[in-house]
């Protein structure tokens, strides 16, 4: 599967973006899907997941309550809605792919380029 992130950009603390990764390929609606960011001179880190069905989702402690997963398998897209942004949100955000939850946590699977988040303060 291969993956393309969009909706990055420059916004206000406190204020809200829609990340959108769209993938290729028939078998999406198979895969585990979830977010990882990367901010400057730290390590990647995991963000949220969800299960192929959509059913089950999973946060990061950091943004659990003011981000939230979903995806469309129809669209063959997930998506990340971000609010109540704060300047410690700025980073690289990357989607990835994965056979399970649990691979997508342990950032086991497929990457996409990522998509650049600058919250100003």
């Known amino acids: 599967v291969q993956l393309q992130a969009s909706g990055g950009g420059l916004v206000q603390a406190g204020g809200s973006l829609r990340l959108s990764c769209a993938a290729s390929g028939r078998t999406f609606s198979r895969y585990s899907m979830g977010w990882f960011r990367q901010a400057p001179g730290k390590e990647r880190e995991f963000v949220a997941a969800i299960t192929w069905s959509g059913g089950s989702t999973h946060y990061s402690d950091s943004v659990k309550g003011r981000f939230t997963i979903s995806r469309d398998n129809a669209k063959n897209t997930v998506y990340l809605q971000m609010n109540s942004l704060k300047p410690d949100d700025t980073a690289v955000y990357y989607c990835?792919?994965?056979?399970?939850?649990?691979?997508?946590?342990?950032?086991?699977?497929?990457w996409g380029q990522g998509t650049q988040v600058t919250v100003s303060s």
């Open positions: 990835a792919a994965g056979g399970s939850v649990d691979a997508v946590v342990r950032g086991m699977g497929a």
